[in-house]
């Protein structure tokens, strides 16, 4: 699940309702937490903060330490524990148990697991339902690596030969939401003793580099071709090696390339504290005046590198926790409470009083609103933004909708081809006919040749006089019988023409794939129409114009428009229509527009439910 980069839509703190109803969750989701296990999971003085994505995935964790929980829906009633947490409350899942470290590099790989890859113990397989939340262990480490849901209950299993898939992983120990945490770890000593590694640098790597985002995509099944004891043969899995010195997976000081797998004694296991890694009082205490100082400082940074004139007027609740908070440095909680302005308000109505930024409070939404910054105040002229680790830390979510929005860059050209009619001035030039041209480079063609024949009219520089050749490559066909050829052109009329007489092609490129088509460049059909019991359905048609796939584009708008989705072959066309339940035909243009580059010029719309 936790592979793909998704953007988050929004980081927010929890109120106290709203802790209290996670909390009630938690509890009957999962009956083996007691009250002191979940203090130790959300500490009750700290922080909790709630990322929301845009496929409805939320991750709850505790503000400045380590996501703790994730709910795949965001309805409460799909929500996992993270590792982090599995790691300070190992026993809060029932677990299944691997046969050796050998199946567990698919599973940290991504790859569902397989009921061959289990150890069923003597007494029996455990009994459990289909949809239940269960963890993957390595032999003789209480430490969980994964977690994920059963496909099927243990009757099922037992039926089918304890065959097939037995857990689909939604999360596991190094994947982005492992990463998404600020300076990510692992438990102490003999962790993954019982874990095969191969490249003994990943680990250490992905601790050191700048945290990415979490993600939200379901993973792929990568055990569609395992062996019989659980092992897939395909994976290409990056892996890592235990350094017994430090307790964590370290980079090889030879030259030798992979290393040799690690399967020692797990007797010096050591999981960590309950309070380790989420006490708030772990970290550097600040004293009022700190507060306010590091409150002005996040605030310019934000007002340097985010907060954009275009965004404004701006809910005051928005700046911070978008803007604000992610400039804070690492490690760091910011509590407006604790300065001494005590609320949101008062510091921007402070700040509006300095002259720094415009607020005004809004009577409706009974919030205060940015609507305007001084960029020509002392303090933000005198201010330097630092280009600091945790922008990306806080705000992986900025760089992985970067990587995603480049993957989906659309870059649209129309290009020409030399006809029958000008290749003779292609050829004159010493260019060749069979080339693409761009309509900028055939206009240079054309005057290149009137350049070599001197064709410029002497009296008159904007003009050019046709010859035979140039006369025939603009009008030859194109003019009636008996009709008296041109014998000059301006110069401004000479290009156009020229590149008229030229067979028109297109190239689309998409990331890495570019199509070159014959024919100009057909539009996206955008239409809306009433059906039975007066229900309005969008239709979209052409995409694949633009290389974009009609199944992945309708599972997208599925999800972004909670409605029903279907794909059907155009009658008597090549191509296919999506049909999309409702009338959504603007927010469906603004998304191709915003998520697909698709340019505006090439998307037609037509209502017909208006009248």
């Known amino acids: 699940m936790f592979k793909k980069a998704v953007e988050a839509k929004s980081h927010q703190r929890l109120s106290g309702a709203d802790r209290k109803k996670l909390r009630r969750s938690i509890k009957d989701k999962f009956q083996r937490v007691s009250d002191s296990d979940l203090d130790a999971l959300l500490p009750p003085k700290a922080e909790i903060a709630v990322a929301k994505f845009q496929n409805r995935v939320h991750v709850y964790a505790v503000e400045g330490g380590f996501p703790m929980f994730f709910d795949v829906d965001g309805r409460g009633s799909d929500i996992f524990p993270t590792v982090y947490a599995l790691w300070i409350v190992p026993e809060l899942l029932p677990a299944f148990v691997l046969k050796g470290g050998e199946v567990s590099r698919f599973v940290i790989g991504g790859a569902d697991l397989m009921f061959p890859g289990i150890t069923v113990p003597p007494e029996g397989l455990p ?16 430490a969980p690596i994964a977690v994920g849901s059963t496909t099927m209950s243990s009757d099922e299993a037992l039926k089918a030969g304890l065959r097939g898939k037995a857990l689909r992983i939604t999360h596991y120990y190094r994947d982005l939401l492992w990463e998404s945490a600020e ?27 700048d945290s990415t985002d979490v993600t939200g995509e379901t993973s792929t099944d990568h055990q569609n071709n395992q062996k019989s004891d659980g092992v897939v043969e395909s994976l290409d899995v990056n892996e890592l090696q235990h350094d017994s010195a430090s307790g964590l997976m370290s980079p090889d000081d030879g030259e ?21 890694g989420n006490d708030p009082n772990d970290q550097q205490t600040l004293s009022t005046a700190d507060i306010d100082s590091l409150l002005d400082k996040c605030l310019l940074q934000a007002l340097h590198t985010t907060v954009k004139d275009k965004d404004l007027p701006l809910p005051g609740s928005t700046l911070w926790s978008n803007h604000v908070l992610p400039c804070r440095p690492s490690g760091i909680t910011l509590d407006i409470k604790k300065s001494s302005y005590k609320k949101l308000s008062k510091w921007l109505q402070a700040k509006s009083t300095s002259g720094l930024i415009s607020v005004k409070e809004d009577k409706h939404k009974k919030e205060v609103m940015l609507f305007s910054v001084n960029r020509n105040h002392a303090d933000y002229s005198s201010f330097k933004p630092e280009k600091r680790r945790v922008e990306k830390s806080e705000q992986p979510s900025v760089q992985s909708a970067n990587e995603v929005r480049t993957s989906k860059t659309l870059e649209v050209a129309e290009i020409y081809k030399p006809s029958v009619h000008v290749n003779a001035i292609f050829s004159a030039v010493g260019a060749d006919p069979g080339k693409l041209f761009s309509a900028s480079e055939a206009t240079d063609i054309v005057f290149t040749y009137v350049e070599k024949e001197n064709l410029v009219k002497p009296t008159n520089k904007s003009i050019v006089i046709l010859d035979a050749l140039l006369c025939d490559s603009l009008y030859k066909g194109a003019i009636k019988k008996g009709t008296t050829y041109p014998t000059e052109i301006h110069k401004k009329d000479l290009g156009s023409s020229f590149v008229s007489r030229m067979q028109p092609h297109h190239v689309v490129t998409r990331g890495n794939e570019s199509v070159v088509r014959k024919g100009a460049l057909k539009t996206i059909q955008l239409l809306t129409e009433r059906r039975q019991g007066n229900k ?21 708008l599925q999800k972004k428009f909670a409605c029903s989705t279907s794909v059907a072959e155009l009658p008597g066309k090549k191509g296919h229509e999506v049909l999309v339940q409702g009338g959504v035909i603007d927010d469906l243009a603004r998304h191709l527009i915003e998520q697909y580059g698709v340019p505006k010029r090439y998307i037609e719309v037509l209502d017909k439910t208006k009248k």
Request: aromatic fraction near 8%.
């Open 127 to 142: 009994s459990f339902r289909a949809g239940e939340p269960w963890a993957v262990k390595v032999p003789g480490n209480p």
């Open 183 to 209: 300076g990510c770890y692992v438990p102490n000593a003999g962790f993954f003793e019982d874990v095969v590694f191969e490249d003994p640098s990943s680990l250490q790597a992905s601790c050191d580099s």
């Open 256 to 276: 030798n390339g992979a290393a040799t797998g690690v399967t020692e004694s797990m007797a010096d296991l050591k999981l960590p504290d309950t309070a380790s």
């Open 536 to 556: 309005k359905v969008t239709k979209l048609s052409g995409m694949e114009s633009f290389l974009i796939d009609a199944e992945a584009l309708a599972s997208e």
